[in-house]
């Protein structure tokens, strides 16, 4: 290079964006380490990783705090929209992906960084997603992957950091974790086949608690704001759920779908909170939405799922879609009682003054209030009248 050109390089502090600062400042490259915290992070882990770019010779380090941005913008729809990919993942990984590229993305433009860097292989669903943003948002800059461009293998990376003088502890561990507000993922070993479920020891949260707990989540307008009836902002609320609910090792499964590569894909994850607000959530909307909202929710919540999962949160669709859910949830405020107990969970019953399961119209299987034997007779003879006319026009058929 004529000139010292500056990169951003997102860093975690692994092995591969450890072996991406060395190889990026080869190169000639003005390193500056971005780590951005989506609730996966403690102050003594960031303080950690900004230590380790400056000993590594990163020019300067950049912990961003993007877990509120997180909820506001993606998780409170997440919970809106009930949504779960292929009926069992709540997007842990997936859709805390877009805001960590998109900090970093920003971070590029405000120092004028010439190129952007992560440490994606060409195997996954991340490159993707980083190399899709960092295109939409700044086009005007190079991308620079080290491991999927030069086809590394771990060995080969270590070999590199030692022959570099780089010290460090990279026995590859059984399992590779990622942690976040909205759950945590958890792959290797047996999510490699088909055939075999994570072993006891593989998820971060141990069974602690065993006596059953009944505990209690008030929604206001479709976000949890309260926990056991003490008031809170929506991500201390989901903190504190999670704390209790972890400790019975709920929310644990494993997710198999469709990568955006095209290949099929495994991965256990262990969300508690996650997987209990959206079962709650759900729970109340069915007692105060229409038939015909929850049927279009249902819908809606395929599609949005899908689109963020594939890393497609710019696309206008999503905005149209949110917007869909904020008028939604305008009656969702209520509070839902939930029993817990070791690797599972049961919701009790709601209460909230919007509940369309008033005893005023009518108890269902008992008593009508609002209609009578007549009206019934003839609803139902007309509900049934295009099938009627249809078997009339059939009858000689066949």
């Known amino acids: 290079m004529s000139k010292q050109q500056k990169v951003v390089l997102a860093f975690s502090g692994g092995l591969d964006t450890t072996y991406c600062t060395i190889y990026l400042k080869e190169l000639g490259y003005e390193v500056h380490t971005v780590s951005v915290n989506t609730g996966g992070f403690d102050a003594d882990e960031l303080k950690e990783l900004e230590e380790k770019s400056k ?11 993007a877990t509120e941005e997180f909820y506001q913008k993606s998780i409170k729809y997440l919970i809106a929209g009930n949504v779960l990919k292929n009926n069992t993942y709540p997007l842990s990984v997936s859709a805390e992906r877009v805001f960590q590229a998109t900090a970093i ?15 994606s292989t060409g195997a996954g669903n991340d490159q993707v997603r980083f190399d899709m943003i960092f295109n939409i948002l700044c086009p005007e800059k190079g991308i620079i992957t080290p491991i999927r461009d030069n086809k590394l293998s771990r060995e080969e990376e270590i070999q590199y950091l030692i022959d570099h003088g780089v010290s460090g502890n990279w026995e590859k561990a059984l399992y590779s974790v990622n942690q976040g507000l909205w759950g945590t993922s958890v792959g290797g070993k047996e ?20 006596q059953p707990k009944e505990v209690s989540v008030t929604f206001e307008k479709g976000e949890p704001v309260a926990f056991n009836g003490e008031k809170m902002a929506p991500v201390a609320c989901i903190e504190a759920l999670n704390a209790v609910a972890s400790a019975y090792a709920i929310g644990r499964d494993i997710h198999v779908g469709d990568t955006i590569i095209g290949i099929k894909g495994r991965v256990g994850f262990e969300a508690a909170a996650p997987v209990i607000l959206i079962k709650a959530h759900h729970t109340l909307e069915k007692h105060v939405l229409t038939k015909n909202q929850l049927t279009i929710k249902d819908q809606l919540s395929i599609t949005y799922g899908n689109l963020l999962h594939e890393g497609h949160y710019l696309d206008p669709i999503m905005r149209d879609i949110e917007q869909f859910y904020e008028s939604t949830q305008e009656y969702v405020s209520g509070t839902v009682k939930i029993q817990l107990a070791p690797y599972r969970f049961y919701i009790i019953g709601v209460e909230s003054a919007h509940d369309l399961m008033q005893s005023t119209f009518g108890k269902y299987g008992e008593m009508n209030n609002s209609w009578s034997g007549e009206d019934v007779k003839g609803f139902s003879k007309i509900f049934g009248n295009q099938n009627m006319i249809y078997h009339k026009v059939h009858q000689t058929d066949g």
């Open 105 to 119: 993305a920003n971070h590029a433009i405000k120092i004028g960084a010439d190129a952007i860097a992560h440490g």
């Open 55 to 65: 000993a590594l010779g990163g020019v300067s380090h950049l912990n961003i705090d």
């Open 191 to 210: 999510t490699l086949t088909s055939n075999e479920y994570l072993a006891e020891e593989a998820f971060p949260s141990q069974l602690k608690q065993e």
